[in-house]
């Protein structure tokens, strides 16, 4: 079966999709994106990942091609094709100018790309043994709070983990944590959640922004503040979120345990409110044909 996908207001086979080589995305990744995950058709917090994407946007002078509703729309239309556990990804670059200059031009039209792929959720295995993770420094630019698809810095992070047989990479930036290279990162100590500041240096998480949501209805008592390497080196538990991963718990961290080795009782108790908090989604009516 080919894959139906999004290109430019158009529904088609992915494998009939053609990018300009002039395009911007390809030539200076000078684009943005969000990647939504599914549950049996209903996405989760659509509204809060298109806003994110406005702001992006905003923070890449790239006039939005859609509003929120739109977006929304064009996400339901596409996963008419795709039933199940979904990941969405939307991507909107620059659009192809003529010619290659670093110069933003004027009046250039966006490309905008939308795809599904099988929602890859963590294993059974992952959520009851925790996985391990490897600390590295955050060599990456400043503006980490835009969702950009210029990821070589994320891409270089990662590999380290991968090179290890790790899940994530995670960074300290002038020792201090940060986030992990597609993650956000949480500590726990005595029963406190903390969760690194909401600055230009992470990716405010979607997934972020629902477990401090979940910390307060659940009376879990969360700070967001700056969390040193010590305090991460130090901590009970260790978390990642993220909207495909949900909430992780770090058992290893650079081949040391973390607290006693394994997930620890505030990971569970925020786990089982993610969980209970996805049962909740509304699966939405099929569009009658
Ligand atoms: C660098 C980075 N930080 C954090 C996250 C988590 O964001 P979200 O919870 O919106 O998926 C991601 C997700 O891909 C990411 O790439």
């Given at each position: 079966?080919?894959?139906?996908?999004?290109?430019?207001?158009?529904l088609?086979?992915?494998?009939?999709?053609?990018?300009?080589p002039?395009d911007?995305?390809f030539i200076?990744?000078?684009?943005?994106?969000?990647?939504?995950?599914?549950?049996g058709?209903?996405?989760?917090?659509?509204?809060e990942?298109?806003?994110?994407?406005?702001?992006?946007?905003?923070?890449?002078?790239?006039?939005?091609?859609?509003?929120?509703?739109?977006?929304?729309?064009?996400?339901?239309?596409?996963?008419?094709h795709?039933?199940?556990n979904q990941s969405?990804?939307?991507?909107?670059?620059r659009g192809?100018?003529?010619?290659?200059?670093?110069?933003?031009?004027?009046?250039?039209?966006?490309?905008?790309?939308?795809?599904?792929?099988?929602?890859?959720?963590?294993?059974?295995?992952?959520?009851?043994?925790?996985?391990?993770?490897?600390?590295?420094?955050d060599?990456?630019?400043?503006?980490?709070h835009?969702k950009?698809?210029?990821?070589?810095?994320?891409?270089?992070?990662?590999?380290?983990?991968?090179?290890?047989?790790?899940?994530?990479?995670?960074?300290l930036?002038?020792g201090?944590?940060t986030?992990?290279?597609?993650?956000?990162?949480?500590?726990?100590?005595?029963?406190?959640?903390?969760?690194p500041?909401r600055?230009n240096?992470?990716?405010?998480?979607?997934?972020?922004?629902?477990?401090?949501?979940l910390?307060?209805e659940?009376?879990?008592?969360?700070?967001?503040?700056?969390?040193?390497?010590?305090?991460?080196?130090?901590?009970?538990?260790?978390?990642?979120?993220s909207?495909?991963?949900?909430?992780?718990?770090?058992?290893?961290?650079?081949?040391?345990?973390?607290?006693?080795?394994?997930?620890?009782?505030?990971?569970?108790?925020m786990?089982?409110?993610?969980?209970?908090?996805?049962?909740?989604?509304?699966?939405?009516?099929?569009?009658?044909a």
């Amino acid at each position: 079966m080919t894959e139906i996908a999004h290109f430019n207001g158009k529904l088609l086979p992915l494998d009939q999709i053609h990018v300009s080589p002039l395009d911007r995305g390809f030539i200076f990744g000078d684009g943005v994106y969000e990647v939504i995950p599914v549950y049996g058709g209903a996405p989760l917090r659509a509204r809060e990942h298109f806003e994110r994407l406005q702001r992006s946007m905003d923070e890449i002078r790239l006039e939005n091609p859609h509003s929120v509703d739109e977006w929304i729309a064009l996400t339901h239309e596409l996963l008419q094709h795709h039933p199940g556990n979904q990941s969405v990804y939307i991507q909107v670059t620059r659009g192809a100018p003529p010619k290659r200059d670093h110069v933003i031009p004027k009046g250039l039209k966006p490309t905008v790309f939308m795809m599904c792929y099988p929602l890859a959720s963590p294993s059974r295995e992952a959520i009851e043994n925790g996985v391990a993770c490897v600390t590295a420094r955050d060599f990456r630019w400043e503006k980490c709070h835009i969702k950009s698809t210029s990821l070589l810095g994320n891409v270089l992070a990662r590999q380290l983990s991968a090179d290890e047989g790790a899940t994530e990479t995670i960074m300290l930036r002038d020792g201090m944590l940060t986030e992990a290279s597609a993650s956000n990162v949480f500590v726990v100590k005595d029963g406190v959640v903390s969760a690194p500041p909401r600055d230009n240096l992470i990716l405010l998480g979607i997934t972020y922004d629902l477990l401090v949501k979940l910390a307060s209805e659940g009376a879990i008592r969360l700070e967001v503040r700056p969390i040193p390497e010590a305090e991460l080196r130090a901590a009970d538990e260790v978390w990642l979120s993220s909207s495909t991963k949900e909430v992780l718990a770090v058992t290893t961290l650079d081949g040391k345990p973390v607290g006693s080795g394994k997930p620890g009782a505030a990971f569970r108790r925020m786990h089982a409110l993610y969980q209970e908090h996805k049962s909740r989604l509304a699966p939405r009516r099929p569009v009658p044909a």
